[in-house]
């Protein structure tokens, strides 16, 4: 995935028109709808499809001492990446440091600049704690992006939005911390056959249903605490 810094604008009540610094990029994001991650769901994974080891006693405990929490991921799915991400609905400013759990498959892909690697990130999960506070980062979101849904998350309520092009795309999770005046962003990067339609045909290729699954068997593992 490539996400750069960009000025966006609303022209629709549906459509998000961005361009980045300089003009060069410009691409269209269809707001849309979020499935709740509470929805029950049943084994991840399919016939010819990877799948978690859904045994969570055997996954690795990711800690977060300084803020408090902690989430489990299987690392033989996943990769743990240290990680920075801007804010939207601006994308600018300072850059937030966190976590993400990757899951890359053997696909290559190049990125709007024209830089090809040779592994493609099928789908992440990150994890970052913002230094202000929730009220702060909802209202800017919010008057661009309008109403947002809200979903249930480990047991708290989470304003979702969801930003991409076809085929592939990021939704956040933003939530207020358990630490005063701090707030709790979640991302989940997606990327599906409708991007590179040989990518179904790879057999590491983990399709967007079972992403979803995937990442709700994870973020249920999400536990606060202070230390």
Known sequence: FLFVRMSCELISSDVIEC???GGRLIQKFYKQSVQSPTTPIGPAGSAGTPSLNENTKDWKTY??????FEVKYDT???KEESSEEFIPPHYRGEKVKGVRFVRYIPARYCDAKGECRSETENMAIGFYVLTDDFQTIIDPIKNFFGELEEIIIAGRKWKVIHTGAEGEGRYYYFS?????????????DYIDERA???????????????QEEIFNNVVKTIIFVLP
């Open 19 to 21: 361009s980045s610094y």
């Open 63 to 68: 800690r977060n001492e300084k803020y408090g």
């Open 76 to 78: 033989s799915f996943f």
């Open 176 to 188: 207020p911390s358990h630490w005063i005046g701090k707030t709790m962003m979640i991302t989940r």
């Open 196 to 210: 590179v339609l040989s990518y179904k045909d790879i057999k590491e290729f983990t399709p967007l249903d079972k």
